[in-house]
């Protein structure tokens, strides 16, 4: 189960200064750390944006090929 809670920035400051060293080191710890799953999604994202792309001809081949079938397949019938 997961909770979200909205706390306002100054807030949330006062109570990170009010931490104690190691606790403000362990939250510093915990900050430079990331989020494997989001490292994962980031990476999918860059692969699909660098990925192959095609020209206007080849889609246009594509489309060509795609009005063939189609009237083979109605004139068969």
Known sequence: ???KVQVPFQQLLKLVKSLSPSQKARL???LSEKNPSMDK????I???LNG????????GRI?????SIAAW???SK
């Open 1 to 3: 189960m997961e909770i």
């Open 28 to 30: 510093r710890k915990e």
């Open 41 to 44: 999604k980031d990476e999918f």
């Open 46 to 48: 860059q692969d699909l």
């Open 52 to 59: 192959p792309v095609l020209s206007e001809e080849e889609i």
């Open 63 to 67: 489309e060509d090929n795609r009005k």
């Open 73 to 75: 397949r109605t004139k």
